[in-house]
């Protein structure tokens, strides 16, 4: 059995992490006065997303004179959500606290998180920014587009501008940990739960060092994520855009035959050779909407873990390479 740090543990930070060697000093620096003022056990629980640069190395040595650091190390890059349910599934406190590594999110606000939760029995505390001056006007752009997506597409219960810096209750992370969902999006799984919940605002602050780990790229996947996960209205596009275009060629229909009786009929290559790359276009768009949701079907049905857990160090085996046969105690099976 797995050896874990007493059931006591009152709250479990948890910080995904991602070739954060530059901003991770600065981490420790501000988030371990506040967690040593809190007057409660705790972990702070890092999950190194399989990170290529001294990440790991400097957590070791973080480790050495902080017990309650505890380092979980996934065996590959396997993406933020997946590093935060790596967290989640381990993490023991009887309330759990998800932080980003690069210090956007402060960890001032922890105490006011959890003095709110218990005071009021919430089970949710969403950090809230208030004001995102310090991100680029992209990502302020794309966040805004984002969020107003998202809250049309999966409900207003969504909170407009809630990242992942959020406190969950023990009794909501294992309501997520029931879940069956793969590639999980928990800024819009947490409000789908429903639980009771609060608020708490803070400032954005710039990235306090290093480079963003979301380029457009992966935020295009997480929105695809976001949007195949919680609605099925771009299924719905179809039929719609079929609608459309039938209305239309009962229009052109009119003119054709008007055309045709005219004896007008000869040009026209124009409008033909527009309307059938017109048509191509659409039906191309609505199989690729189709080939996502059946993507995400594909990927339940073989329900393979999203990450793999290489070492935890709360484990006794811990800094040791698992013999082949016990590496499937290694693998949750499922996130
Ligand atoms: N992260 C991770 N795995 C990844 C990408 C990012 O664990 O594959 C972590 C990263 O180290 C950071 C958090 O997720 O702690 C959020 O990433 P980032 O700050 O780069 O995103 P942004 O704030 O720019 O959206
Ligand atoms: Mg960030």
């Known amino acids: 059995m797995r050896e874990v740090p007493e059931p006591t543990t009152v709250l479990s930070v948890v910080v995904p992490m991602y070739n954060e060697e530059a901003a991770l000093p600065a981490l420790v620096c501000r988030l371990r006065p506040v967690l040593s003022d809190l007057g409660v056990p705790y972990e702070l629980v890092a999950v190194d997303d399989g990170s290529s640069d001294r990440t ?83 990502k302020r752009w794309t966040a805004g587009v984002y969020y107003r997506l998202m809250r049309r597409l999966a409900g207003h219960s969504v909170p407009a501008q809630a990242g992942d810096f959020r406190l969950l209750s023990r009794a909501a992370v294992d309501a997520l940990k029931e879940l069956p969902d793969q590639q999980r999006v928990y800024r819009l799984l947490v409000p789908w739960l429903g639980f009771p919940s609060g608020e708490v605002t803070y400032e954005r602050a710039p990235r306090s060092a290093g480079t963003t780990k979301y380029p457009l790229s992966r935020m295009i996947r997480l929105t695809v994520d976001s949007v195949t996960g919680f609605s099925a209205a771009p299924l719905r596009l179809a039929t719609w855009l079929g609608t459309g275009a039938f209305l239309i060629c009962l229009v052109l229909l009119v003119y054709t035959l008007g055309a045709y009786a005219l004896g007008l009929t000869v040009p026209g290559w124009t409008s033909l050779f527009t309307g059938v790359v017109f048509i191509g276009a659409v039906q191309l768009i609505c199989l690729g909407l189709l080939g996502e949701y059946v993507a995400r079907i594909y990927t339940a049905v073989q329900n393979r873990p999203t990450y793999f857990v290489g070492h935890d160090s709360a484990e006794p085996r811990a800094g040791r390479v698992p013999a082949p046969t016990a590496a499937r105690e290694d693998v949750l099976t499922r996130e």
Do not use: C
């Open 56 to 138: 790991a190395e400097l957590l070791a040595a973080f480790r050495t004179g902080w017990p309650e650091l505890r380092v979980i190390a996934l065996r590959r890059n396997s993406g933020h959500q997946a590093a935060l349910t790596a967290g989640l599934d381990r993490a023991v406190g009887a309330y759990v606290v998800s932080l980003d590594a690069d210090l956007q999110d402060p960890p001032e606000k922890i105490p006011e998180m959890l003095e709110l939760a218990r005071a009021e029995g919430l089970d949710i505390v969403y950090g809230v920014r208030a004001d995102r001056s310090s991100d680029t006007r992209f």
